[in-house]
Nanobody
Framework: QVQLVESGGGLVQAGGSLRLSCAASGRTFSTYAMGWFRQAPGKEREFVAAISRSGGITYYADSVKGRFTISRENIKNTVYLQMNSLKPEDTAVYYC?????????????????WGQGTQVTVSS
């Protein structure tokens, strides 16, 4: 089992940047693929980005491709989401999640553990 704690959210103006962090504790971090998801009010939770156990495979939602970067430091048990050129439509609660699957899963149902979320608000 693994526990996940996100940080780094906040209020930023459109065009700005934020870096989210997700610290893991418990079972060996490098045995999990990691993902970031987000949920805006009244909407379903949606995929943002995913990274494989070694970091060699990454996937992004089309809406964030070229603006967001997912990375991980297994020695620090941490996964990051660098968010640049933020838009008001990026406003949501952002969740990190851990998956026991191989590769970099895109489907939220393939993730076994979730953090509590961190709010990101982008003002226009």
């Amino acid at each position: 089992q693994v526990q996940l704690v996100e940080s780094g959210g906040g209020l930023v103006q459109a065009g700005g940047s934020l870096r989210l962090s997700c610290a893991a504790s418990g079972r060996t971090f490098s045995t999990y693929a990691m993902g970031w998801f987000r949920q805006a009010p009244g909407k379903e939770r949606e995929f943002v980005a995913a990274i494989s156990r070694s970091g060699g495979i990454t996937y992004y939602a089309d809406s964030v491709k070229g603006r967001f970067t997912i990375s991980r430091e297994n020695i620090k048990n941490t996964v990051y989401l660098q968010m640049n050129s933020l838009k008001p439509e990026d406003t949501a609660v952002y969740y990190c999640a851990a998956s026991e699957r191989f590769g970099a899963p895109l489907n939220r149902h393939e993730y076994n553990y979730w953090g509590q979320g961190t709010q990101v608000t982008v003002s226009s």
